[in-house]
């Protein structure tokens, strides 16, 4: 069993930067991929960045390339995501889940392990 604790997130402004983080606990993280979702109110959650465990490699959905970074520090078993330039339409509640695989995963029903989630909310 994997659980995920998030923590940060909160309230900016527009052109603002806030950082999550996501520690890990549990099974050992070999073939492991951790990412970050969101889920605005009446929308559907949607992938934000992901990274795998091992060797840091990472993807991002188009809307936040450039201003997202998502990072890992395996000796702190915790995942972050480094928010910037932040806008309106990025407020949400952000999860942080992770899925144990060898090839790239993107799909909410993809990922078996998730935490409680963290709200961000942007002003205008």
């Known amino acids: 069993q994997v659980q995920l604790v998030e923590s940060g997130g909160g309230l900016v402004q527009a052109g603002g930067s806030l950082g999550l983080s996501c520690v890990a606990s549990?099974?050992?993280?070999?073939?492991?991929?951790m990412g970050w979702f969101r889920q605005a109110p009446g929308k559907e959650r949607e992938f934000v960045a992901a990274i795998t465990w091992s060797g840091g490699t990472t993807n991002y959905a188009d809307s936040v390339k450039g201003r997202f970074t998502i990072s890992r520090n395996n000796a702190r078993n915790t995942m972050y995501l480094q928010m910037n330039s932040l806008k309106p339409e990025d407020t949400a509640i952000y999860y942080c889940?992770?899925?144990?695989?060898?090839?790239?995963?993107?799909?909410?029903?993809?990922?078996?392990?998730w935490g409680q989630g963290t709200q961000v909310t942007v002003s205008s």
């Open positions: 889940a992770a899925t144990y695989s060898s090839t790239w995963k993107f799909r909410v029903r993809e990922f078996g392990y």
């Open positions: 549990g099974r050992t993280f070999s073939n492991f991929i």
